[in-house]
């Protein structure tokens, strides 16, 4: 055909290949793309009271005013592949942040919070804060097992689920994992659904 010379079937496979193998072995910085899509679980947090529950709309837990942070474990673990690399680099950061005063969700939560708990709602500077924690990367990557460590290191060391910002307490409804976002440059934010 015209002196053009197709690559037989095995010769576009080993082109093929060979292509891949060099992507494979390129060193990027960050999240490994769809690694954590295989792994779900919740936050177990234990406080010092027990909850006070509302129905819906407005549902869920809600932590009284003088609770405190006892404990954060993982709960309800569905991972498909444990060692598999999640991330690569030598450092990851997992940043959060609070509702913050004038903000339309801080403002939603404070007139709900001042509708079914009056008078017990306050917000200090030290709760308007993001709270961030650095981890070290010892072999230059994450396996998605050790990055679920991570994130419930992160969880009960780094203040934010201590925070009292959820309706005057600790935060216990957005629980149920859903994904991390790319902040910058190997930080993330850890999202959480209900």
């Known amino acids: ?65 003088d609770a405190e942070l006892v404990n954060v ?6 991972m498909e592949a444990p060692d598999k690399v999640a991330y690569i680099g030598n450092t990851i ?3 959060m942040y609070s509702p913050m005063f004038g903000y339309e969700s801080w403002d939603l939560i404070h007139f ?3 509708m079914l708990l009056p008078s ?24 998605c097992s050790e990055m679920v460590d991570l994130i419930i290191d992160f969880e009960g060391t780094s203040g934010h689920r201590a925070h009292k910002s959820w309706f005057g307490g600790i935060d216990c409804k957005w629980v149920n994992f859903e994904s991390m976002l790319h ?5 993330y934010c850890i999202q959480y659904g209900c």
């Not at 193998?21 to 990027?28: A, F, G, S």
């Not at 902040?183 to 930080?187: F, T, Y």
């Open 1 to 65: 055909m015209n002196g053009i010379k197709w690559a037989q079937p095995a010769e576009a496979s080993s082109l093929f290949n060979a292509h891949r193998h060099v992507l494979q072995n390129y060193k990027m910085s960050g999240l490994v793309h769809g690694a954590m899509d295989g792994v779900t679980f919740s936050l177990k947090i234990t406080t010092t009271k027990p909850p006070i529950a509302f129905p819906h709309p407005f549902g869920g837990r809600i932590e009284h005013k």
């Open 73 to 78: 474990e993982v709960d309800k673990l569905i």
């Open 93 to 95: 950061e997992f940043f």
């Open 112 to 114: 709900t919070t001042n």
């Open 120 to 143: 017990t709602f306050e917000y200090n500077e030290a709760e308007k804060m993001p709270f961030k924690k650095t981890f070290e990367c010892p072999n230059g990557r994450l396996t």
């Open 183 to 187: 902040v910058l440059d190997g930080v």
